[in-house]
């Protein structure tokens, strides 16, 4: 991918075919990121057993038609965490352009919680997206990781409540 933040979502910046980041039993990179809240937090400090952790933003139809449903996960779920990492805009435009620097990212993620009243806790990815990019830059991405920091679902692009179904099953 020419650069992280483009000004225009194309198909051709991403390779289906050969998608990186963390497997299934692999562990799952750690970042010291800031939250939405000013806080500095490790993204694998979590607590239960399991942490679901979805890549989105704003400009995202797919993350946001889904979020509803997976901000409940948390509350319904003993034992999961749930998390935000906010990375780039997946879709940015005339309303809401790429950023162009950390203050622009920290704007957008914080209209989750101001104007969508989203509940979970929304990391910021630096706005190289390291972490994102550890993760695999795919868009829509959401990685289920368990106490030890292993990946047991990874990259997968869930279906509305598929990640509830996968987590009571292993809760």
């Avoid at 483009?6 to 299934?24: A, H, K, L, Q």
């Avoid at 500095?40 to 890549?55: A, K, T």
């Avoid at 005339?94 to 806790?121: M, Q, V, Y």
């Amino acid at each position: 991918m020419p650069e992280y933040n483009y000004d225009e979502f194309s198909t051709g910046d991403y390779d289906f075919n050969n998608v990186s980041g963390p497997m299934v039993g692999e562990k799952a990179p750690d970042f010291e990121l800031k939250t939405i809240d000013g806080d500095i937090q490790s993204l694998l400090e979590f607590d239960g057993e399991f942490l679901v952790l979805e890549m989105g933003s704003i400009t995202c139809p797919l993350f946001q038609s889904r979020r509803p449903v997976m901000e409940t996960l948390g509350h319904k779920i003993d034992g999961v965490s749930n998390a935000i990492l906010y990375v780039r805009e997946a879709h940015p435009g005339a309303n809401i352009p790429s950023h162009k620097n950390f203050e622009d990212k920290i704007a957008c993620a914080s209209r989750l919680k101001k104007t969508d009243g989203e509940t979970r806790i929304v990391f910021v990815d630096g706005i190289e997206g390291h972490a994102h990019q550890a993760f695999g830059s795919m868009p829509n991405a959401v990685f289920i990781i368990n106490r030890n920091g292993c990946v047991v679902i990874g990259g997968a692009i869930l279906g509305h409540g598929s990640g509830g179904i996968v987590l009571s099953r292993a809760a």
